[in-house]
């Protein structure tokens, strides 16, 4: 890799690496005019609030001290460059991976600082991991992350440069500066021949957006709570990896217009998916019909991970301590992770086949994230390489096993709702054909009681009738008499057949009870008025 100019890691206190530099850059027309100079001040501290002649300090300490305690001051370097070209010079500023970094962009040949700030000051280029990109840069300078500086034709200009931490994740080894065709070369150096990664990333977006489309429709369509669920989680997931990888498309969508939300929302972005993913579980499986002692305590474990994510986003806006944050989130998700085995056991011995495909897509990605965590602890931490190419293959592997076994689990599921709602339908088919049947029966018996009671009141008027018009005709009253009483009888039958029918019609009488009373209201009026013993036998 050549730079143009310099890099302040090498660039000592030594007159003979000041030759050797200035002979280098000389070759492109530029000249170190002022040795680099570097001192630490408090974390607020501005460029016009800084002492005329700061307190200088060796390189060797200022790097110590910003590997040290980076959070707590504000790191400043100056130095000078003179273009001796008569062309303005547009180059690029490497400055590693800072959270933020001030370029204050000044000219002329007095370099105490109370008249740069007081004349030549003449821009400010903010720059930083945690910024979006400054106005004016090149798409080089974007993904490389890098800073735009002209150095304008046959003069000097001074650059104080202000580096600050909010977080403890940096990587800084000094400056570089970088021409156009420097940095175009430099670029295409570091792209690695084999694209495979790439194109792997890619396909596993293009994965993930194809199932949160289908999970989308599925549940427009059939409005179950797993679905909304399941569609929530995979969003979860293509928003962290989005924020891991945005930058890799070079598309500029959400996390790349505004980095903070990457500190911000890291761990939240994997703390929110694993309770959606014990919702959408409790939902999968019917847990509260099916496993109510089980659904209680997942209901716990979902509180508790939604307290700790609210808690962990207040943390880390507050504090920025992402080390802090990692070392417990390790703790709880081992924790969580150890309780979910509990979990499975537990379902294991159901033995049902939903059961073995939530079982399996949940070892699938805790064995990914658990890899993807060892692996980027050996690499970044160990500092021992592996040889993988991108620790996030692991965590995405189980994602996609996952994700298909779910998907298969809800295919297997629609199925079997499918042939319990046609068993339903066959059931309450036959239902409906003995209903007709009874029916059929019921109107059946209501046309032989209409004809009975039609026969019964006809023959027992008819008979009134031909009896009143012989008592009427009689020609003694013992004959009237006589006639009288046979219209009585008549009249009492016809009554009590009557009662009968109309007893039995009435469904308040359609119980045992009723018809052990009415049994032996028969008995008492036909047997005990003849003086007749009697005895009922009701199995």
């Known amino acids: 890799m050549r730079k143009l100019s310099f890099v302040l890691a090498c660039l000592l206190i030594s007159t003979t690496t000041r030759a050797q530099l200035t002979d280098f850059a000389a070759n492109k027309g530029i000249l170190i005019a002022d040795s680099p100079t570097f001192f630490v001040a408090p974390p607020d501290q501005d460029f016009f609030s800084l002492p005329a002649k700061p307190a200088h300090i060796p390189w060797t300490q200022f790097l110590q001290q910003l590997n040290t305690d980076p959070r707590r001051h504000s790191f400043w370097i100056r130095l000078g460059l003179r273009n001796t070209s008569g062309a303005d010079m547009d180059c690029s500023l490497d400055y590693g991976e800072l959270d933020y970094i001030d370029l204050i962009v000044s000219r002329g040949g007095d370099d105490s600082l109370a008249r740069i700030k007081a004349h ?35 003069s000097v200009t001074r650059l104080t440069i202000r580096i600050r931490q909010r977080t403890d994740e940096y990587n800084f080894d000094g400056l570089a500066l970088y021409d156009a065709g420097t940095l175009a070369a430099d670029f295409v150096n570091r792209l690695p021949q084999d694209r495979s990664w790439l194109i792997i990333q890619m396909l596993f977006q293009g994965f993930l957006l194809c199932q949160l489309i289908y999970a989308l429709f599925q549940w427009l369509i059939i409005r179950r709570p797993e679905y909304r669920y399941y569609l929530i989680y995979m969003t979860l997931i293509l928003l962290y990896f989005l924020s891991k990888q945005e930058s890799l498309f070079g598309v500029t969508i959400l996390f790349s217009r505004y980095p903070l939300l990457k500190v911000w929302f890291g761990k939240t972005l994997l703390i929110l998916p694993y309770f959606v993913y014990f919702r959408f579980i409790r939902s999968f499986l019917e847990m509260p019909a099916n496993y109510p002692a089980l659904n209680k305590w997942i209901i716990r474990v ?21 080390k802090t944050q990692t070392a417990v989130y390790t703790t709880v998700f081992t924790a969580v992770f150890l309780l979910t085995i509990g979990f499975m056991i537990y379902m294991y011995r159901h033995r049902q086949t939903l059961i073995y495909y939530v079982i399996s897509g949940s070892l699938f990605v805790a064995t990914g994230h ?163 013993d009697y005895f009922i036998d009701i199995q």
């Open 120 to 154: 030549g000051l003449s821009s400010v280029i903010q720059g930083g991991m945690l910024r979006r990109p400054p106005p004016g840069a090149s798409y080089l300078q974007r993904e490389s992350n890098l800073l735009p500086v002209r150095l304008p034709a046959s």
């Open 302 to 322: 979902e509180r508790f991970l939604l307290l700790y994510a609210a808690a962990d986003l207040l943390f880390i806006c507050v504090t920025f301590d992402r």
């Open 370 to 532: 658990i890899l993807g965590l060892l692996f980027s602890y050996l690499e970044i931490d160990r500092h021992i390489d592996l040889g993988v190419p991108d620790i996030f293959v692991f965590p995405q592997a189980g994602i996609v096993l996952e994700v298909l076994c779910f998907t298969a689990g809800l295919s297997y599921k629609s199925q079997k709702t499918e042939q319990e709602k046609i068993a339903g339908q066959e059931r309450l088919i036959e239902q409906l054909q003995a209903n007709e049947l009874l029916q059929a029966r019921m109107q059946h018996i209501r046309n032989k009681i209409a004809q009975d009671l039609h026969d019964d009141i006809g023959s027992t008027l008819s008979s009134i009738s031909i009896l009143s018009n012989l008592a009427i005709q009689g020609n003694s009253n013992t004959q009237a008499l006589q006639t009288m009483n046979e219209i009585k009888d008549s009249s009492m039958l016809l009554m009590e057949r009557m009662d009968d029918i109309v007893w039995s019609i009435n469904p308040r009488n359609d119980s045992l009870d009723n018809l052990l009373m009415r049994i032996r209201h028969f008995a008492t009026t036909l047997f005990e008025a003849r003086g007749i």
